[in-house]
């Protein structure tokens, strides 16, 4: 069994200090708990709602140049544990929004967000590094990045990668038409992709309004089941909740039975856009 811990909080928009310290006092005490691995949410160490791309590239650092990287791989070298964080990154004149991911023997990934959200175009450029799986000690661990979960490919090509835990640093905010009652739309989607690839998911989301902007929370842990072992957390509080996974479990269970595998049963040659019936 591996356990994973979620890290729900509110960032403090551009005050990286701030956000390092309430950062390691989460990491830290996920550490005391058990936790092996340890997510933070998107952009989690200045905040989301950039004014501007000149804002968004003041606030960003070169991976294992600036403080955020630095932070988290001291911690994950010191506790031995994986932490998954969200930052932007800056590379050259370029910058992405991205998910790191250090281990106990140093800085092991960089996730760059495929699917960009709203005005994150303005700032950032698309992921240009795939979805990356890292094999590690206690399982195959792959990285998305929030609206990377509306898109079943994203899930499915960690999947066909070999994933065994996908790990998502997000900023869920309100989507329309939701009831009172009723569960998030991330939450659903995030369930259901795990469900349907037979993967563990690990999801990190904030709290909070920052500049008008309503975030969610709701943070999660899922089995290769779709079904929650820890969470959905609170809609507006910090937190961490913790949950036990079982990858070895997660592997043998991919098969459903003696003739389905929802991985090996698809038909390529029939998913080509085709004409409509009567047309």
Request: charged share 20%.
């Amino acid at each position: 069994m591996i356990r994973l811990a979620v890290v729900q909080y509110e960032p403090e928009f551009g005050n990286i200090k701030t956000n390092l310290h309430a950062m390691e006092t989460a990491i830290r005490a996920a550490a005391a708990d058990g936790a092996a691995v340890v997510v933070l949410p998107e952009l989690s160490n200045s905040g989301y709602m950039f004014a501007s791309r000149d804002e968004a590239f003041s606030l960003s650092e070169v991976v294992g140049e600036g403080p955020a990287t630095a932070l988290w791989k001291a911690l994950a070298q010191e506790l031995h544990l994986y932490i998954v964080a969200g930052l932007t990154e800056r590379v050259d004149a370029s910058l992405y929004n991205a998910a790191i991911l250090h281990g106990p023997d140093g800085y092991l990934a960089t996730y760059r967000k495929v699917h960009l959200w709203d005005e994150e175009a303005l700032y950032f450029e698309p992921g240009n590094l795939g979805f990356p799986v890292v094999t590690t000690p206690i399982g195959r661990l792959g990285m998305m990045i929030c609206y990377d979960g509306w898109f079943p490919e994203s899930y499915r090509s960690l999947a066909l990668g070999g994933v065994d835990i996908v790990c998502v640093p997000t900023n869920w905010v309100p989507i329309p038409g939701q009831q009172p009652g009723q569960p998030g739309m991330a939450t659903i989607l995030t369930m259901a992709n795990a469900h349907s690839n037979g993967v563990i998911v690990a999801a990190a989301d904030r709290v909070g309004t920052e500049r008008g902007q309503e975030f969610i929370g709701q943070s999660l842990i899922v089995d290769h089941t779709g079904w929650p072992v820890a969470g959905p957390a609170s809609l507006d509080g910090s937190e961490i909740i913790l949950g036990d996974v079982d990858v070895a479990e997660a592997r043998r269970s991919r098969a459903w039975g003696a003739f389905n595998n929802p991985v090996k049963d698809r038909r390529l040659e029939a998913y080509g856009v085709g004409a409509a019936i009567g047309a």
